[in-house]
């Protein structure tokens, strides 16, 4: 999805069978922006997403999540809320404090 990618701050989007997986790379902040709006309308509008399948959002590559990040992922939990849900993978450790303080753990697929 990202024509820069592989370097940090990147975003990407795939079907990977029945499950739609979005990956994090890097610093997730607000030079991310237009990125993830992107994203977040590319992942609303996948038939996998609409036809009841999960959303996984890989942050194993996530070195920093801002509030930008944080609020992506709120709008995606929102557009899986009607199909098989959001899971959270991966992440380090600053970003796993990050996603409990705002009540994001309660999504990832792993104990933090």
């Known amino acids: 999805m990202s024509a820069r990618e592989g370097r940090p ?4 989007v795939e079907e990977r069978g029945p499950v739609v997986v979005v990956t994090l ?3 997730i902040d607000l030079a ?3 990125e993830l709006l992107a994203a977040a309308e590319c992942v609303r509008s ?3 997403l609409t036809s009841g399948n999960a959303l996984v959002v890989d942050l194993s590559a996530t070195t920093f999540l801002g509030l930008v990040g944080v609020e992506f992922l709120e709008a995606v939990e929102r557009a899986a809320a009607h199909s098989g849900g959001l ?3 991966g992440g380090a450790p600053p970003v796993r404090r990050l996603l409990r303080l705002v009540g994001l753990d309660r999504l990832v697929l792993q104990p933090l």
């Open 9 to 12: 701050g990147t975003v990407h």
């Open 32 to 34: 991310c922006l237009p």
């Open 87 to 89: 899971l959270l993978v």
């Open 25 to 27: 790379v890097g610093e």
């Open 46 to 48: 996948l038939p996998a």
